[in-house]
DNA sequence: TTTTGACTCCATCATTTGATTGAATACCTA
DNA sequence: TAGGTATTCAATCAAATGATGGAGTCAAAA
C-alpha cells in the first residue's frame, strides 16, 4: 500500500512527481501565499487543472511537499550518523557539518522550507508538521547531549537546534549573503563549512568534561 | 525636512503611524504576500482607502515598514555597542546577548521581518535592504574581528551574521519553538539565552587571537 | 461665516487566484 | 479492435485582492 507521496518519489518522471519538485522549489523560493497554483503549473509546462487533479487543493499539494521534505531530511541524518558513529565528537561535528551542508547545499529548498516553517504563518493553517522534536531527540543523543532521545531537556533541544538553525540560515539565506560577501559558490560553501565549525566545535567540544565525567569520545558537556 | 515615516513615528497616535505599526506586526507574523492589506486595515478599524490614502500601495508600505525595522534595529545595536563599550570581550558578548534578547523579543516583529527578508523571496522586487553589511561592519569592528568597518574581511562578516541569525532564530522561532520545548515565555527567553553564550563565547573568547593566521578548529579533519 | 484642506469611508473596478466542469486525448486491457 | 480508464486541457466560476474616485465630515484658517 503506497501512499501517492511513495509513488510519486518512486518515478520521478510522473507528472505527479514532477509537479511534487517544482512545487517544493517554488514554495520553498517564496512561501506559501508568494507562490500561486498557475507559477508552479506554468513552470512544470502544464494546465493548473492537471495539477489540481494529481493534488488536490494547494493545501494537500503543500502539505505533501513539507511531508517530502521531511522524509529527506530525516534520511539524510540518519546517513550522516550512521557515518560518523564511531569518532570522537569534535570528528563527529567536523565531518557532520561538512556532510549536512553539502547535502543541503544540493537541495536548498529543504533549508527554505524547513525555515519558513519556523518562523513565517500561514492564514490558513496547514497542520502537517516537520518531526524537529524527534529529529532533534535524535542528534541529541547521538551528540551525547542527552541519554534518551525520546526525553531530551529544553537545553539539550535548544542545543541542536541551534546547530540546526546555523545550517539552514546560510543556505537558505544564500541569496542575500553570498552576493552581499562577493565569493563565488563554492568559496560560499566552504566559507560556510568554516565559519560553522568556528562557532559550534569550541561550544561542543572545548567545553567537555568542564562539567562532568568527560569520556573524549561521548557525552559532551551540558548537563542539560 | 521629516521624511514621512519620521513624522509617523513622532506621533504614535496618528493614524499613520498606527498603520504603520499594524502592518509591521502583519508583515512580519505572515509574510508580504500572506498579508493582505484588508488584514491591515481590519485590524487597524479603518477602511482599506485610508490605508492607501496614508502609505500608498502595499510595496510603499511594505518598504516603509522595513525601513522602519531597520532604524530601530540600527539604533538599538548603536545603543548596545555604547553599553558594552569598554569591557573585555567575554563580557561584551554576555552584555549583548542578553541585551540584544530582552529587546528582540520585545520586539518580535523586527526578528520576523529580518529572517524573511534573507529567507524568502517577493514576487514583486522591492527594492529597500536591511543594512546588513553596513551594521554586520560595525559588529565586526566592535567585536575586535576587523579593523575598518568598511571593510571587514568575509570571514568576519559570516561570524557577525551566524551571530545575529542565532538571536533572531530563536526570537523570530519562537512560537515553533516553545511549544516544543514546554516552556513559559520567561524560561523560555531564560534558556535562550545560555544557550546562545554556551554556543557563541567559547568560539569568541576561547580561540581569541588565534583567529589572526590559523584558524584553530577549522578544517583540522576535513579536507572537504 | 465661508473656505480650504486634510482625512475617512462607501461603492466600485480590474486583476489575480484557487478551483471545477466537461470535452478531448492517450493508454491500456481483454 | 472495442471498451474502459487515466490523463490532460480549454473554458469558466466565484472569491479574494489591490487599488481608485468621489462624496461626506471636520477642524482650522481667512
Redesign the interface.
Known amino acids: 500500500m503506497k501512499s501517492p507521496l511513495e509513488k510519486a518519489r518512486k518515478n520521478p518522471e510522473s507528472m505527479k512527481a514532477r509537479i511534487l519538485a517544482v512545487a517544493r522549489r517554488l514554495f520553498g ?6 507562490t500561486t497554483t498557475r507559477m508552479i503549473a506554468k513552470e512544470v509546462g502544464i494546465d493548473i487543472s492537471t495539477l489540481h487533479y494529481h493534488w488536490g487543493d494547494k493545501n494537500d499539494l503543500y502539505e505533501a511537499v513539507v511531508m517530502d521534505v521531511n522524509n529527506d531530511l530525516g534520511r539524510e541524518l540518519l546517513k550522516v550518523e550512521k557515518t560518523v558513529h564511531d569518532s570522537s565528537l ?2 563527529r561535528l ?2 557532520s ?2 556532510q549536512m551542508m553539502d547535502y543541503l547545499f544540493d537541495h536548498p529548498e529543504i533549508s ?1 522550507l524547513v ?9 490558513n493553517e496547514v497542520d502537517v508538521d516537520f518531526k ?2 524527534e529529529f532533534s531527540g535524535d542528534i541529541a543523543r547521538a551528540m551525547g547531549l542527552a541519554k534518551d532521545a525520546k526525553n531530551p531537556s ?2 539539550a ?3 541542536v ?2 546547530i540546526m ?2 545550517m539552514h ?2 543556505v ?2 544564500e ?3 553570498r552576493p ?4 563565488d559558490r563554492k568559496n560560499y560553501i ?14 561542543f ?3 567537555e568534561g568542564k562539567t562532568k565525567k568527560g569520556r573524549s569520545s561521548g557525552s559532551a558537556s ?1 548537563k542539560n
Open positions: 523560493e517564496y512561501g506559501f501565499h508568494g569534535e570528528e567536523n565531518v557539518i561538512d527554505n525555515l519558513l516553517r519556523y518562523f513565517s504563518k500561514t492564514r524537529v522534536p529544553p537545553r533541544m535548544m542545543k537546534m541551534s538553525n546555523g540560515s546560510f537558505s539565506g541569496n542575500f549573503f552581499m560577501l562577493n565569493l566552504r566559507a560556510v563549512k568554516e565559519t560553522l565549525k568556528f562557532i559550534l566545535i569550541p561550544a567540544v572545548l567545553q551540558a
